[in-house]
């Protein structure tokens, strides 16, 4: 698959602390996405980017922080603010977000458990 | 608000047998319509969207404003096409192209 990239694949945590994780893409792609599943959900929209230096919250920012430093990176911080964090966490990338037919394209996940 | 509703969790089929799955949306606008799929130890990729009015892998969605829903459907269904399928339309704004997702259905192909 390659070209958009999450790590680590599992990650535990103890409640109350914040835990970062890793999406990395090389598509060039000017946008990025951080979403949540839930069984029975769906995704939902955490943050996004539509350029470097710059993103809005989506749905279910609380509890939760990036930054888009550079491009091709779109660190996901899940803080202790975070109520239910135990989640799978998909990172997405798109050409750009002005473009009304633009397909995302999805990382592999990272499942989060708090202990 | 906008809303996303796949009312079916579980659609379990026969190969060869037809297969629909249901999209209803609610938007103040019109928005652009995208089906993903998500197969099994696979990432989540776009299937189909409406505006290329394209058919894929035999399935195609049709759009019906009146009754604001994006049903998929395809005549034949495969064993290849057990997966979860999520419907997602976007509102195009000018602040930015957002993809809602539905809850999604799980699709089962027994042979």
Known sequence: DGGITQSPKYLFRKEGQNVTLSCEQNLNHDAMYWYRQDPGQGLRLIYYSQIVNDFQKGDIAEGYSVSREKKESFPLTVTSAQKNPTAFYLCASSIDLRTSNNEQFFGPGTRLTVL | ?111
Request: with cysteine.
């Open chain 2, 1 to 111: 608000a906008q809303r996303v509703t796949q009312p079916e969790k579980l659609l379990s089929v026969f190969k060869g047998a037809p297969v629909e799955l249901k999209c209803n949306y609610s938007y103040s606008g019109s928005p652009e319509l995208f089906w993903y799929v998500q197969y099994s130890r696979q990432r989540l990729q776009l299937l189909l969207r409406h505006i290329s009015r394209e058919s894929i892998k035999g399935f195609t969605a049709d759009l019906n404003k009146g009754e604001t829903s994006f049903h998929l459907k395809k005549p034949f269904a495969q064993e290849e096409d057990s997966a979860m399928y999520y419907c997602a339309p976007a509102l195009i704004k000018a602040a930015g192209n957002k993809l809602t997702f539905g809850g999604g259905t799980r699709v089962l192909v027994k042979p």
